[in-house]
Protein backbone atom coordinates (compact mmCIF):
# COMPACT_ATOMS: atom_id res chain seq x y z
CA UNK A 1 0.00 0.00 0.00
CA UNK A 2 0.74 3.85 -0.09
CA UNK A 3 3.70 4.86 2.45
CA UNK A 4 4.61 8.21 2.97
CA UNK A 5 7.34 8.79 5.89
CA UNK A 6 8.55 12.40 6.72
CA UNK A 7 11.50 13.15 8.38
CA UNK A 8 13.86 16.05 9.22
CA UNK A 9 11.83 18.58 11.38
CA UNK A 10 13.27 20.14 14.41
CA UNK A 11 13.50 23.34 16.24
CA UNK A 12 15.66 25.66 14.61
CA UNK A 13 16.40 29.74 14.93
CA UNK A 14 14.96 32.72 12.41
CA UNK A 15 17.31 32.60 9.67
CA UNK A 16 17.96 28.90 9.56
CA UNK A 17 17.66 26.00 7.38
CA UNK A 18 15.92 22.80 7.35
CA UNK A 19 15.83 19.98 4.91
CA UNK A 20 13.13 17.60 4.81
CA UNK A 21 12.43 14.14 3.73
CA UNK A 22 9.67 12.47 2.44
CA UNK A 23 10.32 8.34 1.67
CA UNK A 24 7.69 6.74 -0.72
CA UNK A 25 6.62 3.61 -1.36
CA UNK A 26 4.27 1.54 -2.81
CA UNK A 27 3.50 3.00 -5.90
CA UNK A 28 5.05 4.45 -9.30
CA UNK A 29 6.76 7.23 -8.07
CA UNK A 30 8.03 8.26 -11.18
CA UNK A 31 4.11 8.74 -12.33
CA UNK A 32 3.09 11.42 -9.79
CA UNK A 33 3.53 14.90 -8.87
CA UNK A 34 4.22 14.90 -5.43
CA UNK A 35 3.51 18.28 -3.07
CA UNK A 36 4.51 19.82 0.30
CA UNK A 37 1.78 21.00 2.92
CA UNK A 38 1.77 22.62 5.72
CA UNK A 39 -0.01 22.89 9.24
CA UNK A 40 -0.21 25.73 11.72
CA UNK A 41 -1.83 25.73 14.61
CA UNK A 42 -5.61 27.00 14.56
CA UNK A 43 -5.12 27.29 10.82
CA UNK A 44 -5.76 25.27 7.66
CA UNK A 45 -3.44 23.04 5.74
CA UNK A 46 -1.72 24.74 2.82
CA UNK A 47 0.07 23.95 -0.38
CA UNK A 48 3.40 25.06 -0.16
CA UNK A 49 5.13 23.31 -2.95
CA UNK A 50 4.82 20.83 -5.87
CA UNK A 51 6.99 19.17 -8.36
CA UNK A 52 6.13 17.09 -11.28
CA UNK A 53 7.27 13.67 -11.72
CA UNK A 54 8.96 14.12 -15.10
CA UNK A 55 11.08 17.30 -15.36
CA UNK A 56 11.15 18.30 -12.35
CA UNK A 57 8.73 21.57 -12.97
CA UNK A 58 8.20 23.31 -9.89
CA UNK A 59 5.65 25.49 -8.23
CA UNK A 60 5.48 27.46 -4.86
CA UNK A 61 3.17 29.16 -2.57
CA UNK A 62 3.75 32.59 -2.71
CA UNK A 63 5.28 33.09 0.86
CA UNK A 64 8.23 30.35 0.53
CA UNK A 65 9.42 31.80 -3.47
CA UNK A 66 12.86 32.20 -3.72
CA UNK A 67 13.26 31.00 0.08
CA UNK A 68 12.14 26.79 -0.50
CA UNK A 69 13.17 24.65 -3.08
CA UNK A 70 10.82 21.20 -3.53
CA UNK A 71 13.27 18.65 -5.53
CA UNK A 72 12.88 14.52 -5.68
CA UNK A 73 14.95 11.82 -6.28
CA UNK A 74 13.41 9.32 -8.13
CA UNK A 75 15.71 6.35 -7.74
CA UNK A 76 15.29 6.74 -4.36
CA UNK A 77 11.45 7.22 -4.48
CA UNK A 78 11.88 10.66 -1.98
CA UNK A 79 11.00 14.21 -2.73
CA UNK A 80 12.53 16.87 -0.15
CA UNK A 81 11.64 20.06 0.96
CA UNK A 82 15.14 22.77 1.43
CA UNK A 83 14.07 25.33 3.45
CA UNK A 84 16.38 28.28 3.92
CA UNK A 85 16.12 31.67 5.67
CA UNK A 86 13.64 30.22 7.78
CA UNK A 87 10.77 32.09 9.71
CA UNK A 88 8.87 32.22 12.58
CA UNK A 89 5.84 32.31 11.04
CA UNK A 90 6.78 28.88 9.09
CA UNK A 91 5.86 27.18 12.02
CA UNK A 92 3.87 24.31 11.39
CA UNK A 93 3.60 20.56 10.56
CA UNK A 94 5.04 19.81 7.02
CA UNK A 95 3.46 17.35 5.12
CA UNK A 96 3.83 15.27 1.69
CA UNK A 97 0.85 14.07 -0.28
CA UNK A 98 -0.04 11.97 -3.31
CA UNK A 99 -2.65 12.14 -5.23
CA UNK A 100 -4.20 9.22 -7.69
CA UNK A 101 -6.52 9.89 -9.22
CA UNK A 102 -9.34 10.73 -6.71
CA UNK A 103 -7.58 9.37 -3.77
CA UNK A 104 -5.42 11.35 -1.90
CA UNK A 105 -2.52 10.43 0.56
CA UNK A 106 -0.69 11.78 3.33
CA UNK A 107 2.50 11.18 5.72
CA UNK A 108 2.26 11.73 8.67
CA UNK A 109 3.85 14.99 9.20
CA UNK A 110 7.03 16.49 10.97
CA UNK A 111 7.54 19.25 13.18
CA UNK A 112 8.86 22.22 12.05
CA UNK A 113 9.56 25.25 14.93
CA UNK A 114 11.55 28.53 13.89
CA UNK A 115 12.06 30.39 17.06
CA UNK A 116 12.70 34.25 16.57
Known amino acids: QVQLAESGGGLVQAGGSLRLSCAAS????????MSWYRQAPGKERQLVAF????????NYADSVKGRFTISRDNAKNTVYLQMNSLKPEDTAVYYCKLDIQTEHYWGQGTQVTVSS
Open 26 to 33: GFSFTTYI
Open 51 to 58: IFSEGGMT
